[in-house]
């Protein structure tokens, strides 16, 4: 056999043994070794001789010293470490009491949790597993259908694998040679719209047919009061936000209260006021960070680059003006004339023409800034009014659990991010920040003890292992496949078609589509993305909208039988009348939302590019 054809060979043996069950990193390393020998062999040579034993020491070496990669056993541990310390019960309960208004509350609440709880964790099993264990019962008992409780969960669970922090993005990152802070500013929209997606699936499922998500009994949807919060309604208001404010401001007869030997202190209202504000404090801090980030931090910055910028250019503009040739001193003689020399004058400065350098230029901010700011401060604040016009005690003590048990997680989860998408701290200083504060999480939950810190420490280094030798064997089967003429051979196969880059985007990502069905994203990102990535530059499309797609399509293998891992990790945890066919039918529709986004993301590429451009500027 040719070589390109040892090439294929190997391309198609790695999928018929991965699907034979053989372990996706070993099974690289070995077909690369095997392929490798047969292509450097050279006959009389000593077999310990052959390159690719020193091929696979550098491939090795390589991943092992690859800055990217050091971010992942962080966030795999902040991962491991929340899913067994944190409050998910208590989230799920509050959030669901929140939206109970809302057709379909059960369902909402756990796609809800499920797209909250995968950011946080970014581990697609755990987040389903312990979804199944908590909403899937509760949603079984009040009637709704099992494969809308079975899809939201399956879907839901895989969002935290999309939406950043994810290892996947990490992984692509370092297989792609691209950015993983510009990456995850990328995948940030996409993210969140493909959860919006599935939730106007859910909610307009619910309102179409009613049935299949009844509504749940009042008993059900009642937060429970506290005396003393009844009483100081009776006392002052029923609204709860000004009863708080005349109970802190006069607080003679809300000191009278006492229920079951409990006594109203002044401290007690002032953190209950400092609760009921808690959406007023999170809109100011929202609209002052975008303020600080885009009027102060981003102005001083581009100002600094803009003056360095023009004094170089001065500079340059002086050198270029003022050098002359140099000539003797006096006369020259040039072809038999003589010419004088031009005497100096230190007197007159150098002429720099039509280009003026302007020492006190500033960047403006552009002016659409200001009208979105303005614009979403009104609606925040209309918001802010419509919730506190029915601000009773229940509302009070919906908001109070809320606080308490999403909060934590939010901040952890807005910090992690918004430290890397602002460019203050790189992705692995990120992680660390995300892991200490999971710790810090599960033991103020009280939920975390030395078994199961040691079960979230074991676990991060098999995954982190795990991840860490697929990136090896993808580096030394990518390299035995091109100098074997694989890689060649496609890109020729590629360029006979004729494509216009829009059919390049639908072959390749309908190649990726259907690759989901029987491998997982790990196999899909380090074997076959690699073939296709220096194919992008031929089309011109954009590596980071290309993987960006590449990342929204892969959730099609968390969702599409028989592989779907997701299925059958809920079934594992599921009632044993729940059966995987139901399941695999609930999943089966979020497959087609998938590609409604992907069409969607094309359309209008900004949805992908806007957030990192902004933020870093073009390519």
């Known amino acids: 056999m040719s070589d390109p054809a040892l090439g294929l060979l190997m391309l198609c043996l790695i999928i018929v043994v991965i699907m034979m069950g053989f372990p996706t990193a070993f099974t690289l390393m070995g077909l690369g070794m095997a392929f490798g020998f047969t292509a450097f062999y050279e006959p009389g040579q000593p077999w310990l001789d052959n390159r690719i034993f020193n091929l696979m020491v550098q491939r090795t070496y390589g991943a092992m010293t690859n800055d990217t990669l050091l971010s992942i056993p962080l966030f795999v541990l902040m991962g491991y470490v929340m899913e067994r310390g944190a409050l998910v019960d208590k989230m799920f309960h509050s959030v669901q009491l929140a939206f109970r208004r809302l057709p379909g509350s059960l369902a909402v609440a756990t796609l809800v949790i499920c797209t909250f709880w995968g950011i946080a964790s970014g581990l697609v099993g755990a987040v389903v597993v312990l979804m199944g264990v908590i909403a899937m019962r509760p949603m079984l008992n009040a009637g ?107 607080p003679g007869r809300a000191l009278q209260i006492s229920v079951a030997d409990m006594r109203v202190t002044w401290g007690l209202l002032v953190r209950s006021l400092s609760m009921a504000l808690a959406p007023v404090f999170m809109v100011v801090a929202m609209l002052a960070t975008s303020w600080w980030y885009v009027v102060v931090y981003s102005q001083a910055t581009a100002n600094a680059q803009a003056g360095t910028e023009i004094v170089q250019m001065s500079s340059d503009i002086v050198a270029e003006k003022t050098s002359v040739p140099a000539e003797p001193e006096g006369l020259q003689e ?95 200083e990120s992680a660390a920040v995300g892991a200490t504060g999971a710790f810090i999480m599960a033991w103020w ?62 072959l390749s990502q309908a190649i990726i589509f259907v690759l989901g069905w029987p491998l997982e994203w790990t196999e899909i990102i380090v074997i076959f993305v690699p073939i296709f990535l220096p194919l992008l530059a031929h089309f011109q499309i954009d590596p980071i909208l290309w993987g960006v797609l590449v990342f929204v399509n892969l959730q099609a293998a968390f969702l599409s039988p028989p592989v779907a891992m997701s299925a059958f990790y809920l079934k594992g945890v599921s009632p044993p009348h729940v059966t995987i066919n139901q399941i695999f039918a609930g999943m089966m529709p979020y497959m087609l939302i998938v590609i409604i986004c992907m069409v969607l993301m094309y359309i209008w590429p900004g949805l992908t590019l806007w957030l990192p451009e902004y933020l870093y500027g073009p390519k």
């Open 144 to 250: 709704y259908d099992t494969r809308l409780a079975a899809g939201v969960i399956t879907a839901g669970g895989t969002l935290g694998i999309l939406i950043p922090p994810s290892v996947m993005i990490i992984v692509y990152a370092a297989v792609a040679g691209q950015s993983v802070v510009k990456l995850y500013a990328a995948a940030m929209f996409p993210g969140f719209f493909l959860a919006f997606l599935y939730l106007v699936y859910v909610i307009g499922w619910v309102l179409i047919d009613p049935k299949i998500a009844p509504k749940l009994p009042e008993d059900q949807t009642k937060a429970p009061v506290a005396p003393w919060l009844d009483q100081l309604g009776q006392q002052y208001s029923r609204r709860m936000l000004p009863a708080l404010v005349k109970a802190v401001v006069m």
């Open 445 to 506: 939950s009280g939920s975390l003890n030395f078994e199961k810190t040691k079960q979230a420490v074991f676990l991060t280094a098999k995954t982190t292992s795990m991840v860490c030798w697929l990136f090896v064997g993808s580096a030394l089967f990518s390299a035995v496949f091109a100098v074997l003429g694989g890689q060649r051979l496609v890109e020729e196969w590629v360029m006979a078609m004729n494509l216009t880059p829009l059919q390049f985007m639908l």
């Open 334 to 428: 040039m072809g038999g004339d003589k010419v004088e020399a031009a005497p100096e004058n230190n007197d007159n400065p150098v002429s720099l023409g039509d280009e003026v350098v302007e020492a006190n230029k500033v960047v403006e901010v552009p002016e659409s800034f200001y009208t979105g700011f303005w614009g979403t401060a009104l609606v925040l604040l209309g918001l802010l009014v419509w919730y506190y016009k029915g601000f009773d005690a229940e509302q009070y003590e919906i908001l109070n659990m809320l606080v308490k048990s999403v909060m934590p997680l939010g901040i952890l989860t807005a910090v992690v991010l918004g430290v890397i998408l602002l460019g203050l701290a790189t992705a692995t």
